[in-house]
């Protein structure tokens, strides 16, 4: 799978949309952009994941470019209970969607 | 209740011990996972199992081994423990689209 690259760290404030970039590069064209979170040395939790249209859900959006090259994460009100680490992660599927990749992921903090 | 339950959740052991942790999960799925965690750094792939007569090394598997007992359980076990394999240890099983992770063992080697 290939790699992504993620700011280390970010701040938001609470009530405000939390916007997380992540870049992938050299995606492959049968790899999802997939998206976990983990709160305090808990397991990792899914978020959401997209092919190359826009996906959202209850949690969160994910915003990939056209040319795949890149993605956003939003969260559109972040709560405190936001503050995590998240991981964007590239996943080919098939039989390795629990075969991932982790990176160092970027620390969400979001303050009062 | 957990889906994908982990014990114990926290271990210490001396060296030179051998340990298992175990794994067992609600969700009926056959593909299954081990992870360990270093301190500020992300998961790695130890061992994975997709199905009960199917075992595949990971990243770094050196000094760990795997036991599929059933669908529902995946051992990991530490023949003689060191010091280097203190870490968080997570399981985890997939379906067709993404994973799912236990609480993980926080496992210190003295």
């Known amino acids: 799978d290939a790699k992504t690259t993620q700011p280390p760290s970010m701040d938001c404030a609470e009530g405000r949309a939390a916007n997380l970039p992540c870049n992938h590069s050299?995606?492959?064209?049968?790899?999802?952009v997939y998206w976990y979170r983990q709160i305090h040395s808990q397991g990792p939790q899914y978020i959401i994941h997209?092919?190359?249209n826009n996906e959202t859900n209850e949690m969160a959006s994910l915003i990939i470019t056209e040319d795949r090259k890149s993605s956003t994460l939003i969260l559109p009100h972040a709560t405190l209970r936001d503050t995590a680490v998240y991981y964007c992660?590239?996943?080919?599927?098939?039989?390795?969607?629990?075969?991932?990749?982790f990176g160092q992921g970027t620390i969400l903090t979001v303050h009062p | 209740d957990a889906d994908v339950t982990q014990t114990p959740r926290n271990r210490i052991t001396k060296t030179g011990k051998r340990i298992m942790l175990e794994c067992s999960q609600t969700?009926?799925?056959?593909?299954m996972y081990w992870y360990r965690q270093d301190p500020g750094l992300g998961l790695r792939l130890i061992y994975y199992?997709?199905?009960?007569?199917?075992?595949n090394k990971g990243e770094i598997s050196d000094g760990y081994s795997v036991s599929r007992q059933a669908q529902a359980k995946f051992s990991l076990s530490l023949e003689s423990a060191i010091p280097n394999q203190t870490a968080l240890y997570f399981c985890?099983?997939?379906?067709?689209?993404?994973?799912?992770f236990g609480q993980g063992t926080r496992l210190t080697v003295v």
């Open positions: 985890a099983t997939s379906d067709h689209t993404r994973a799912f």
């Open positions: 050299t995606i492959s064209g049968n790899e999802y």
């Open positions: 997209g092919l190359k």
């Open positions: 992660i590239l996943n080919a599927g098939g039989t390795s969607y629990g075969k991932l990749t």
């Open positions: 969700k009926g799925h056959d593909r």
């Open positions: 199992s997709f199905d009960v007569k199917d075992i």
